[in-house]
């Protein structure tokens, strides 16, 4: 029995993840993964958007060290892939960055709720503060609404990430959730059950088991991903992962290779 692929990695060149390719691809060998894919946090049309993230003429850089994890262990099956922001009107910073190497799956994040406030950022605390947390969370879930319905992306990245620091609304957040998911549906997007959230504050799967339930219902597809930023976090919590999915009703999941999914079976 083999685990899921891993789907979502990352490499030294976002300046706040450990180890290179070649690393994380000996580990996941070590685990008896028999697939990966790198999805490192892609580049901003401006260099200097924010400095969590590979710059655009790091991009060939990136592309090579995959691949020299591809020749350093050709018995595992390593994809090409990013970790994409969405901001309303990137579309076409999008596309161009898509056409510009053979990915073979794009993972489209939201972040960012404004051009300034990466939601997810343990500096911008003070910003949850002053604000009201459903009325973060309606502006969250309508850039990722958006962001599904782009058809930009294979898959939607730890799709509640609002809920990191336990900042979660007391109002049902239910319709939000639906609209996302109807969008992603009609896209033919996936979402993937990232275990990062285990390791952060809201200590829990991006995404909740309740948000997985209604996403089975509304017949979306999945993948699974570490968010890995260190060798030692590939597969982490994958035992969990695989839980939660079966007990939200899935059966299969989604692979990727150029752009275009098969299905497998859940071990
Ligand atoms: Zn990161
Ligand atoms: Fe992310
Ligand atoms: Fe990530
Ligand atoms: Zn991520």
Redesign the pocket.
């Known amino acids: 029995m083999s685990l899921m692929p891993d789907y979502h990695m990352h490499t030294p060149l976002c300046r706040h993840a450990a180890g290179e390719p070649i690393e994380y691809a000996a580990r996941a060998v070590e685990l008896g993964l028999v697939e990966i894919g790198f999805s490192d946090?892609s580049p901003m049309p401006r260099d200097d958007f924010d400095d969590w993230r590979m710059r655009y003429s790091q991009l060939s850089e990136y592309v090579e060290k995959v691949e020299a994890a591809r020749r350093a262990f050709p018995q595992l099956t390593i994809r090409l892939a990013l970790?994409v922001d969405y901001l309303p009107g990137g579309e076409e910073w999008i596309r161009h960055l898509a056409s510009l190497h053979p990915w073979d799956y794009l993972i489209g994040?939201v972040?960012y709720v404004s051009d300034t406030w990466d939601v997810?950022s343990p500096f911008k605390l003070s910003e949850w503060k002053k604000r009201d947390p459903f009325e973060v969370w309606s502006l969250y879930f309508e850039r990722l609404t958006s962001a599904a319905a782009s058809g930009l992306f294979e898959i939607i990245?730890?799709a509640d990430?609002p809920k990191k620091f336990n900042y979660v609304p007391k109002e049902d957040c239910t319709p939000l959730f639906r609209k996302f998911l109807e969008a992603a549906k009609k896209a033919d997007c996936a979402i993937e059950l990232n275990t990062a959230g285990l390791r952060k504050d809201c200590r829990e799967i991006y995404p909740s088991s309740r948000f997985l339930e209604l996403a089975f219902a509304a017949g979306v597809p999945i993948t699974f991903g570490s968010?890995a930023h260190a060798p030692g976090e590939v597969g982490v919590d994958f035992d969990k992962s695989l839980a939660a999915a079966k007990a939200a009703g899935y059966r299969k999941f989604r692979k990727f290779a150029g752009r275009k999914w098969t299905e497998a079976s859940l071990p």
């Open positions: 946090h970790e994040s972040h997810d990245g730890h990430l968010d």
